[in-house]
């Protein structure tokens, strides 16, 4: 049962990266996956969520309009599409998986550095 995150790394602000979860061991398709990060010195907080199937997604107001968060059921993969990336949105990202059953698993995390 794992979460494996990839696609991090350093970008210039007003870049973009884009991050790939990548699921085994579980069913995928029946969990609500979401991306988190945690800033140096703050608190881990949501950026995005999607809902089983990816009929429904939502974001924190600091990240809407600039990241798209999406699935692939058939490859137990999730990605958020990160635009416009200000300094603001470096953080270590982590991407979750809500399990019917109550379970949350988490990926290990990766970095996201926004510097000039």
């Known amino acids: 049962v794992q979460l494996v995150e990839s696609g991090g790394g350093l970008v210039q602000p007003g870049g973009s990266l884009r991050l790939s979860c990548s699921a085994s061991?579980?069913?995928?398709?029946?969990?609500?996956m979401s991306w988190h990060r945690q800033a140096p010195g703050k608190g881990r907080e949501v950026v995005a969520f999607?809902?089983?199937?990816?009929?429904?997604?939502d974001y924190a107001n600091s990240v809407k309009g600039r990241f798209t968060i999406s699935r692939d059921d058939a490859k137990s993969t999730m990605y958020l599409q990160m635009n416009s990336l200000r300094f603001e949105d470096t953080a270590v990202y982590y991407c979750?998986?809500?399990?019917?059953?109550?379970?949350?698993?988490w990926g290990q995390g990766i970095q996201v550095t926004v510097s000039s």
């Open positions: 061991g579980f069913s995928f398709g029946t969990s609500v």
């Open positions: 979750k998986a809500s399990q019917t059953a109550g379970r949350d698993i």
């Open positions: 999607i809902t089983v199937g990816g009929y429904s997604t």
